[in-house]
């Protein structure tokens, strides 16, 4: 069994409503049955959270040191700010991809700069619901090749 830690960031409980021409129509809910339905058939086992706050996050991180053998995250905002993210990633040493709704490199300047990704396997971004999905398969992939 694989286990994967998903975790979202804060205002992505809002998908759906928030800026739907941004980040499309897709409840979170709608997301993370798509990320279950993904793993259908294979032998991975998901927990997902989401949290608009930095300390659950990295307290999400520490825990899933325990039980998880990879991380996939949508940090959001905190993408562009937290070094303290990044820090909980480098500590537990948990492959990680960063996965964005958006193309965050064609968007405001203070998006294109990721602090988290040089701490991560690497990144999707750019293709809505699916960059988690990818984002799945990339990691499992990354996985499997040990
Ligand atoms: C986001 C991009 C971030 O810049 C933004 O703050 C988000 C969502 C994305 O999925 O495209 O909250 O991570």
Not at 83 to 99: F, G, M, N, W
Request: glycine residues 8%; aromatic residues 6%.
């Amino acid at each position: 069994m694989t286990n994967i830690l998903v975790l979202h960031g804060p205002n992505l409980n809002l998908l759906g409503v928030r800026q739907p021409e941004v980040y499309g129509k897709m409840t979170l809910d709608d997301i993370n049955q798509e990320l279950t339905k993904f793993t259908k058939q294979q032998k991975v086992e998901l927990r997902i959270q989401q949290s608009n706050h930095e300390g659950d996050l990295i307290d999400a991180i520490h825990v899933g040191r325990n039980w998880a053998d990879g991380l996939l995250i949508n940090p959001g905002a905190f993408t562009h700010t937290s070094y303290a993210l990044r820090d909980a990633i480098a500590s537990v040493a948990l492959p990680t991809v960063e996965a964005h709704l958006s193309n965050i490199h064609a968007r405001e300047a203070f998006r294109r700069h990721s602090v988290i990704a040089p701490v991560c396997v690497g990144q999707i971004c750019g293709f809505g619901w699916r960059s988690y999905v990818w984002g799945l398969q990339a990691l499992l992939q990354h996985l499997a090749d040990g």
